[in-house]
């Protein structure tokens, strides 16, 4: 294992490229078996975003089908690139964008806007991060308004599933034993004895989300959730030629100027729930490297903020997207993670996992056996991802606070975020950091039992001065 790595707690090894760091299967990181088979079933989160495209654009099936395996192949650039992350959408901002593109008539109108909205994102996102403006961002929002930002976002993925019209009330029984095996698996201590002491049980444990999708695939149909499924052989078939003639600049042509001004907005609301994602990869992978003194992970917001604003620039060129091109797909990216603390032989790199998954997305969208098998779930798997996210986005966000003013600020502004969206948030998050904190907005706060006990002593000093 050790022509992985340069030396025992450096990093993966790669090819260096500027800013970015290639990393391929094989000869930079051992691929990880057990995630590629997770995403061989877990791309029917991936096909979920079918219905959001044919209900809001009026695209066919196969041509919406085209806009997935699209943005699946860009989804691989960010580990190739050296960017440890499972990459998913801007799941929180989907209503936000929907109701934009709606002010629209359908048709060619609605196609502009969100081709111009897309594109406007994805350049102020390579922006940032190609002036490495991106890293100080991070670092210069206040420890409240981040444990906020990251807070509502979790609580907002689990309003959108138990909500009026939510898909909780379309798969009750299925929702519930696949979420609740769910956290069994992935967060229960009690498991994770099982798994050291039980072969079975470990295996089970390494599969991850796989064997849950599986049980959902039967228990659907048998409490008449789902039909069961019609499995169909061969090929997928996605449409390209209509996609590029019907919703793309090569059919529609570049949107008017007024499309872009019209967008400003939107893509400022976006970027702050963006940017909570980054916040949230941010704090996922410095949990990871702190647990694995094996390996040094090396995430920069600034390389992440570029290879995500180019997934969005090109796919606002050819496959415009509703779902959009998010850094992080916090609920898999946290089981990739938990496997990843299990030690190096459970797995060698943080690349390996979640490089290894993303293949198996890819071929899992490829195979029309499984894209048939899965379609009468595609809502319960969308629902897993969702609660799987709202758990880590309140426990990442709760750890970002540092004191109990941090938390009570946070908690408003999260709630604020699921009410009344991410701008409103971010205004109340913000001015309540500069009521309470004034001159100390950026730095705050801390109590002694809010930070870890390495950092007491240095606190201790702190207030000594």
């Not at 992935?186 to 989300?209: D, E, H, T, Y």
């Not at 003194?293 to 290879?307: G, V």
């Not at 604020?416 to 998050?429: E, H, I």
């Not at 309540?432 to 904190?437: A, E, S």
Request: hydrophobic letters at 50%; glycine letters at 12%.
């Amino acid at each position: 294992m050790s022509h992985y790595r340069t030396h025992d707690g450096g990093e993966a090894s790669y090819w260096g490229a500027g800013p970015f760091k290639i990393r391929l299967p094989f000869l930079h990181y051992r691929f990880e078996w057990p995630d590629y088979l997770q995403g061989l079933l877990m791309c029917a989160v991936d096909l979920a975003a079918i219905p959001l495209m044919t209900d809001l654009l009026g695209m066919p099936f196969e041509a919406a089908l085209a806009v997935v395996m699209l943005n699946g192949l860009f989804y691989l650039t960010h580990h190739l690139l050296g960017d440890p992350v499972v990459p998913g959408w801007i799941t929180p901002a989907i209503p936000l964008l929907i109701t934009y593109c709606e002010g629209f008539p359908e048709g060619v109108d609605r196609v502009h806007a969100l081709i111009a909205f897309q594109f406007m994102l994805g350049t102020l996102s390579i922006g940032l991060g190609a002036t490495g403006m991106a890293k100080h961002v991070v670092r210069f929002v206040p420890p409240a308004l981040k444990a906020g930002i990251i807070m509502g976002a979790g609580l907002a993925a689990v309003n959108s599933v138990f909500a009026d019209g939510g898909r909780f009330w379309t798969f009750p029984f299925t929702i519930s034993i696949a979420v609740g095996l769910a956290f069994l698996l992935i967060f229960s201590r009690g498991f994770s004895v099982l798994k050291q002491r039980n072969a079975v049980f470990g295996l089970i444990g390494k599969l991850g989300i796989f064997p849950i999708i599986a049980l959902a695939i039967v228990i659907a149909p048998l409490f008449g959730e789902a039909p069961w499924p019609n499995v169909e052989w061969g090929f997928s078939k996605p449409d390209f030629v209509t996609l590029w003639t019907e919703y793309t600049v090569f059919g529609v042509g570049l949107p008017p100027a007024w499309f872009f001004i019209q967008a400003l907005p939107m893509v400022g609301a976006t970027y702050i729930v963006l940017f909570g994602d980054v916040l949230q990869s941010k704090a996922l992978l410095d949990e990871a490297d702190g647990s694995r003194p094996d390996e040094h992970i090396d995430y920069s917001p600034d390389r992440a903020h570029m290879i995500f604003g180019a997934r969005n620039a090109s796919m606002s060129i050819i496959g415009p997207d509703v779902a959009m091109c998010g850094p992080l797909w916090a609920a898999m990216h946290v089981v990739i993670v938990e496997r990843y603390k299990e030690g190096r032989k459970a797995m060698d790199s943080i690349f390996g996992g979640a490089g290894s998954f993303r293949w198996g997305t890819n071929t899992g969208l490829l195979l029309l056996p499984i894209v048939s098998v899965i379609q009468p779930i595609l809502g319960v798997a969308l629902a897993l991802t969702l609660l799987l996210q709202g758990y880590v986005s309140v426990r990442i966000g709760i750890m970002e606070a540092r004191s109990q003013r941090d938390l009570g600020i946070a908690g408003v502004t999260a709630g604020v975020l699921v009410t009344q969206g991410a701008a409103w948030a971010f205004g109340v998050g913000i001015g309540l950091c500069l009521l309470i904190y004034g001159k100390r907005f950026f730095s705050g706060e801390a109590d002694e039992t809010f930070v870890k006990d390495a950092d007491r002593e240095a606190l201790k000093n702190e207030r000594n001065v």
